[in-house]
Structures are given as structure tokens and as C-alpha cells.
């Protein structure tokens, strides 16, 4: 079992940078895939991006570009650095993660932090 607890959310301008951070308890953290969502009010829990435990990476179409996935598997922690950020950015963004595979519906989920993103 692993929990995860995010932060860097904020408010910042349209164009501006925010690197949010996921840390994790645990001490198989290497091997589980993370990944973040995001959920905008009035509006379904979307995916935004992935990283497995061999660094393989996947974005949504709508990040591809802007936002960059990494990890730490020393810090057990994993980062989205969001670039050139845009007002339709802003919403609660959600770090999750999964022993092993990849799904689309990872067992653990932090509590968020938000972004919100000023035009």
C-alpha cells in the first residue's frame, strides 16, 4: 500500500510555471506507476500524464508540449512541471498511482492541491 500526498498547486498567470510534487510513503515506490489527473469543477476527472517505473511516459493531447512528467525514485516523489499554462489548466490535479501496470483506474489517490490559472 503507498500514500501520496501532493503539493506546489497555487494561482499564477496565464503563460506562468508551476511544478507540482507527489510524494509518497512506502518503500516500493519503484515500482509502482504514477500518474496525474485533474478534475475542473462542473466537469469529469480527466487524465493529464503517466510515468512507469522504467520512466516511460504518456500526456494528454491537451498538456502534450507544456507539461513534463518525472520522477525520483530516491525522494519517492514524482513532479509535473506545467509550462505555459493556460486558464482551461485550472482545477484540483490529482496525483494516483498503481503497483506494477499502468490503469486507468489506479488504486490510491492523494487528496489534490489546486491550480489556478489567471487570464
Known amino acids: 500500500q503507498v500514500q501520496l500526498v501532493e503539493s506546489g498547486g497555487g494561482l499564477v498567470q496565464a503563460g506562468g510555471s508551476l511544478r507540482l510534487s507527489c510524494v509518497a510513503s512506502?518503500?516500493?515506490?519503484?515500482?509502482?506507476?504514477v500518474g496525474w489527473f485533474r478534475q475542473a469543477p462542473g466537469k469529469e476527472r480527466e487524465f493529464v500524464s503517466r510515468?512507469?517505473?522504467?520512466?516511460?511516459?504518456v500526456y494528454a493531447d491537451s498538456v502534450k508540449g507544456r507539461f513534463t512528467i518525472s520522477r525520483d525514485n530516491a525522494k519517492k516523489t514524482v513532479y509535473l512541471q506545467m509550462n505555459s499554462l493556460k486558464p482551461e489548466d485550472t482545477a484540483v490535479y490529482y496525483c494516483?498511482?498503481?503497483?506494477?501496470?499502468?490503469?486507468?483506474?489506479?488504486?490510491?489517490w492523494g487528496q489534490g492541491t489546486q491550480v489556478t490559472v489567471s487570464s
Open positions: 510515468i512507469r517505473n522504467s520512466d516511460t511516459t
Open positions: 494516483a498511482a498503481r503497483l506494477g501496470l499502468w490503469s486507468a483506474s489506479p488504486p490510491y
Open positions: 512506502g518503500s516500493t515506490f519503484s515500482s509502482y506507476a
